[in-house]
């Protein structure tokens, strides 16, 4: 168990659609990153967080959004929806008590229908 | 970030030391080399990381050469739960990076 939760597990939705997916970082970790990850393909980065800002930006598409709560949780939102967002998509957190060491979650699967 | 450079897959049997190479020969020295396994469809898991100095835990073993410019990461006995795709990262030490994920090795440990 890293200590970094993501919910849903799995997400079926329709074209056109917008999700939320969650995720809370290790106690203590101010980073909270997100990746995408299709089928068969590597991992993609998207977005960073560190305590609250956008720290650094991926290949993230406009339709996506992120944030990051003064709890330190963080939300992805994916809006209008297509085929091709259908995919894993992993958080990861990281902080100095883990000497900056990143931990990943065991993601969100999401359909897109 | 230096590059890194991994076989695209590997095998293994059951029960012997996995040895998965990783070549970074452009590492700078503040950099060190980190190693993570991402099992189908789980989340990559961290194994270890090193500086220069060899590196054990309870997972695995780190072998660094002396130029710093290759690695071993070694699983001792490997077990089927082994079977992963093997990343190799070189990144600065401390402070803000972004993990660039390769393709890494694909290692299979077989009966």
């Known amino acids: 168990d890293s200590g970094v939760t993501q919910t849903p597990k799995h997400l079926i939705t329709a074209t056109g659609q917008r999700v939320t997916l969650r995720c809370s970082p290790r106690?203590?970790?101010?980073?909270v990153y997100w990746y995408q990850q299709s089928l068969d393909q590597g991992l993609q980065f998207l977005i960073q967080?560190?305590?609250?800002?956008?720290?650094a930006k991926g290949n993230i598409l406009e339709r996506f959004s992120a944030q990051q709560f003064p709890d330190l949780h963080s939300e992805l939102n994916l809006s209008s929806l297509e085929l091709g967002d259908s995919a894993l998509y992993f958080c990861?957190?990281?902080?100095?008590?883990?000497?900056?060491?990143?931990?990943f979650g065991e993601g969100s699967w999401l359909t897109v229908v | 970030d230096a590059k890194t450079t991994q076989p695209p897959s590997m095998d293994c049997a059951e029960g012997r030391a996995a040895n998965l190479p990783c070549n970074h020969s452009?590492?700078?020295?503040?950099?060190?080399v980190y190693w993570y396994r991402q099992i189908h469809s789980q989340g990559p898991q961290y194994i270890i990381h090193?500086?220069?100095n060899n590196e054990t835990n309870e997972m695995a073993s780190l072998i660094i050469t002396e130029d710093r410019k290759s690695s071993t990461l070694i699983l001792p006995h490997a077990t089927l739960r082994d079977t992963a795709v093997y990343y190799c990262?070189?990144?600065?030490?401390?402070?803000?990076?972004?993990?660039?994920f390769g393709r890494g090795t694909s290692l299979i440990v077989h009966p």
């Open positions: 990861a957190s990281s902080g100095e008590v883990s000497g900056n060491t990143i931990y």
């Open positions: 106690s203590g970790d101010l980073s």
């Open positions: 967080y560190y305590n609250g800002e956008e720290r």
């Open positions: 452009t590492i700078s020295g503040n950099e060190y």
């Open positions: 090193g500086l220069k």
């Open positions: 990262i070189v990144r600065v030490a401390g402070g803000s990076y972004i993990p660039t």
